[in-house]
T-cell receptor, first 112, second 114 residues
């Protein structure tokens, strides 16, 4: 049973480009969470999705950031017109609704 | 404001020694507290979870304690191994199954040297 899969593991973008981060939850998990981890800081919640629905996006910046979890396929975190401050590790976690969150190994975004 | 503070920020110990990591929190309400291990370049992995009524929980060489009155938790690692080198993160949840309301500590970076 594969764990939470995130890709790419590393992503380099120039300022102004778009970044797309993908997350495939564990089999049977319909709840997906995205977190951001800045160097030397704790993880911060960004957005919580269930299949086709955004449940809570209170942690996500209002501009440039969007997330989706379509009926088929992985969850996508999209960052438009990236800036240097977007450089961070982005983690996805999934759960079946109750129980432990399972984290992926993250996507490390570097904006040059 | 909900906060989770961990100490020390970093720690170096020799292989085979024990160590204790601290976590203080001001999250309210309180449902549960988890300790996670995060290896470099990887995602966090859950070690223990404790609810309000639990004082101690063990997982192999890891033992977590919780004092809900003083809002403090500790993670004790016994007979450390090189593979214990990682960041250890304390995470507090105000409600059950509230992945969108977790408060994460900044972690303690542990290095175990031979």
């Amino acid at each position: 049973n594969a764990g939470v899969m995130q890709n790419p593991r590393h992503l380099v973008r120039r300022r102004g480009q778009e970044a797309r981060l993908r997350c495939s939850p564990m089999k049977g998990h319909s709840h997906v969470y995205w977190y951001r981890q800045l160097p030397e800081e704790g993880l911060k919640f960004m957005v919580y999705l269930q299949k086709e629905n955004i449940i809570d996006e209170s942690g996500m910046p209002k501009e440039r950031f969007s997330a989706e979890f379509p009926k088929e396929g992985p969850s996508i975190l999209r960052i438009q017109q990236v800036v240097r401050g977007d450089s961070a590790a982005y983690f996805c976690a999934s759960s079946p609704g109750q129980g432990t969150l399972h984290f992926g190994n993250g996507t490390r975004l570097t904006v040059t | 404001k909900n906060q989770v503070e961990q100490s020390p920020q970093s720690l170096i110990i020799l292989e085979g020694k024990n160590c204790t990591l601290q976590c203080n929190y001001t999250v309210s309400p309180f449902s549960n507290l988890r300790w996670y291990k995060q290896d470099t370049g990887r995602g966090p992995v859950s070690l223990t979870i404790m609810t309000f009524s639990e004082n101690t929980k063990s997982n192999g060489r890891y033992t977590a304690t919780l004092d809900a009155d003083t809002k403090q938790s500790s993670l004790h690692i016994t007979a450390s191994q090189l593979s214990d080198s990682a960041s250890y993160i304390c995470v507090v949840s105000p409600f059950e199954n509230a992945g969108n309301m977790l408060t994460f500590g900044g972690g303690t970076r542990l290095m175990v040297k031979p």
